[in-house]
């Protein structure tokens, strides 16, 4: 079984401020973890993943996130957000040992003010 | 340019109307995949192929049905006996057995009851 826990439906910063976006999960299996983001009326794109290699992951547009598995945990970071960083963010499990069938989270919606 | 194509973007049903919207992938992708997204509920599977001629049910198949006759295509029939049709559905795609290395999304298509 596994499941993933978005602990904020809402995130505000003001742009030039870092970006925290949290994400906890859980897993019987070793997991895979992604973050999506999504603007409005779009598809889904990938921002990074994390499959058993270095715990840091770097993602496209300047964000990051880190594989905690003491904490299960999976925070997705950005040192300094732009305008065009406002979107929904999702982040999903899936477990080697499963059926990679994923599991999302019910998302993030991140708000920046200028 | 390898991806996902949805269409239509937009669909209009009227109470008691079948309506099938298309996926077509061209990334040889194995599984395939349909998602309903509702405001603050995330990305719910509805059904889900990893070979042609097989499918099986998601979290909320019930008023939903597909086919997988070829690799590259997965249609979804949104049928009468979907009460609430309203919500936007996105299709998406993985190479079977390596879902941990992420999927593919289309741009969705928002279907609307009228």
């Known amino acids: 079984a596994q499941s993933v826990t978005q602990l904020d439906s809402h995130v505000s910063v003001s742009e030039g401020t870092p970006v925290l976006l949290r994400c906890n999960y859980s897993?019987?299996?070793?997991?895979?973890l992604f973050w999506y983001v999504q603007h409005p009326n779009k598809g889904l794109q990938l921002l990074l993943k994390?499959?058993?290699?270095?715990?840091l992951v770097k993602g496209i547009n300047g964000f990051e996130a880190e594989f905690k598995k003491s904490e299960t945990s999976f925070h997705l970071t950005k040192p300094s957000a732009h305008m065009s960083d406002a979107a929904e963010y999702f982040c999903v499990v899936t477990a080697s040992g499963g059926s990679y069938i994923p599991t999302f989270g019910r998302g993030t919606s991140l708000i920046v003010h200028p | 340019d390898g991806g996902i194509t949805q269409s239509p973007k937009y669909l209009f049903r009227k109470e008691g109307q079948n309506v099938t919207l298309s996926c077509e992938q061209n990334?040889?992708?194995?599984?395939m995949y349909w998602y309903r997204q509702d405001p603050g509920q995330g990305l719910r599977l509805i059904y889900y192929?990893?070979?042609?001629?097989?499918?099986q049910k998601g979290d909320i198949a019930e008023g939903y049905s597909v086919s997988r006759e070829k690799k590259e295509s997965f249609p979804l029939t949104v049928t009468s006996a979907q009460k609430n049709p309203t919500a936007f559905y996105l299709c998406?795609?993985?190479?079977?057995?390596?879902?941990?290395?992420?999927?593919?999304f289309g741009s969705g298509t928002r279907l609307t009851v009228v």
């Open positions: 897993s019987s299996y070793s997991p895979s």
């Open positions: 990334l040889n992708h194995d599984a």
């Open positions: 998406a795609s993985s190479m079977e057995g390596q879902g941990a290395y992420g999927y593919t």
């Open positions: 192929s990893q070979i042609v001629n097989d499918f």
């Open positions: 994390y499959t058993s290699a270095a715990t």
